[in-house]
C-alpha cells in the first residue's frame, strides 16, 4: 500500500492508473478508523479497480469551540486497517499541504447546510464541501464511498456533486453497528465506561422510531415526541436535536414517506453523538442488556 504525502505523489500515481484504464474508488475520512470506514473500503475494493483512502483531520471544519485538537489520531492502526481492506493508495497530508496560508476559497451550499447538525454547526458543511471538492479535484474518483451515520452529509455531497456537475458517482454505505446497538463512531473513544452504557439509548430511540412507523405513524410530531420521551430515559443524555426531514433537501416536514431521514444528535456526559434511520429501511437489531 502507498503512502502519499502530498499532492503531486496523489497524481502521479493516479495518472498511471488512469493510462492502465483502471477506475478508482475513494474513500474520505479523518482517520481512527474502525469497522464502519472499512465497510467503505470494502465497498470500494468489490467496486473499482484502484481505492484509495484520504486521513485527514479537516481543520476547516471544525468550530473554535470544538475538538480539533483532542480528535483521536491513531495513523498507525489506520494503515494497518487500510492495508488489510484492499486500500491500494493512503492520502495523509498535512494541513499545510491541503491549505495555504492565505487560503480564502471555499464551498458552501445553502438551504441543505442550515438544518440537523448545521444550525449548531455553522461552518462545518462549507468545511466538508471544500475538502471534498479538493479531494474530487485532487484524486479524480469514479466513485466516492459515504457512510449513511453522516446522513445530512451524504446529502449534501450528492446535491454539490449535481450542482457543480462533478463526474463521480456518491455512494452511501449502511450503518455500521456495535451488538448493542450503537454507531460506530470515532468519537465512542471518548466515552467513559458509564457513557458507553448509557449511548445505547440513541439505538433504542432509532428503533422505538422504527417500530412506530412499522405500526403505521406518519406525522413527524407524534414521532419525535416518542422518541425524545424515550431519550428521556436515560439522565447522560442531553438531546440536541430530533428531526425528521425530507430525504434529499434535509428540509423538516410534518408528515413523512417513504425515503425521509429520521436523525438525532445526542450529548452522553459532554460527547456529541448522531444516529439516524431513513423511513423504509430495515429495523435495526442489537442485543438486550
Known amino acids: 500500500m502507498k503512502i502519499a504525502k502530498t499532492i503531486e505523489e496523489v497524481r502521479e500515481q493516479i495518472a498511471e492508473w488512469k493510462a492502465e484504464g483502471l477506475t478508482i474508488g475513494l474513500c474520505p475520512t479523518m ?13 470500494s475494493v468489490k467496486r473499482c479497480d484502484k481505492t484509495v483512502a484520504s486521513v485527514f483531520v479537516n481543520p476547516i471544519q471544525f468550530g473554535p469551540t470544538e475538538d480539533l485538537a ?5 495513523f ?10 484492499g486500500v491500494d493508495m493512503v492520502f495523509h497530508p498535512d494541513p499545510s ?7 480564502c476559497t471555499y464551498v458552501d451550499i445553502d438551504v441543505l447546510s442550515k438544518t440537523l447538525c448545521g444550525k449548531t454547526r455553522p461552518i462545518h458543511f462549507r468545511g466538508v464541501c471544500t475538502v471534498i471538492t479538493k479531494l474530487l479535484h485532487i484524486v479524480e474518483p469514479d466513485c466516492i464511498f459515504f457512510g449513511q451515520k453522516d446522513a445530512q452529509q451524504l446529502a449534501i455531497i450528492r ?7 462533478f463526474r463521480v458517482e456518491v455512494i452511501g ?13 470515532s468519537r465512542n473513544t471518548y466515552l467513559s465506561p458509564e457513557a458507553r452504557k448509557a449511548a445505547v439509548i440513541l439505538s433504542r430511540a432509532v428503533r422505538l422510531g422504527q417500530d412506530l ?19 428521556a430515559e436515560e439522565p447522560m443524555a442531553d438531546p440536541e436535536y430530533v428531526e425528521v426531514v425530507n430525504g434529499e433537501n434535509m428540509q423538516p416536514v410534518e408528515t413523512f414517506k417513504k425515503g425521509d431521514l429520521v436523525a438525532m444528535a445526542v450529548r452522553i456526559d459532554g460527547t456529541r453523538l448522531i444516529d439516524n434511520f431513513t423511513v423504509g429501511d430495515p429495523k435495526i437489531t442489537y442485543t438486550e442488556d
Open 173 to 185: 454505505c449502511p450503518i455500521v453497528r456495535e451488538a448493542d446497538g450503537l454507531a460506530k463512531s
Open 31 to 43: 482517520g481512527f478508523l474502525h469497522e464502519g470506514h472499512a465497510s467503505l473500503m470494502d465497498a
Open 70 to 74: 483532542d480528535y483521536p489520531r491513531d
Open 97 to 103: 499541504e491541503m491549505y495555504f496560508d492565505d487560503f
Open 76 to 85: 498507525k492502526h489506520d494503515c494497518d486497517l487500510l492495508e488489510k481492506h
Open 159 to 165: 446535491r454539490m456533486v449535481r450542482d457543480l456537475n
Open 213 to 231: 412507523v412499522e405500526k403505521g405513524e406518519y406525522r413527524s410530531s407524534q414521532l419525535t415526541d416518542a422518541m425524545k420521551k424515550k431519550l
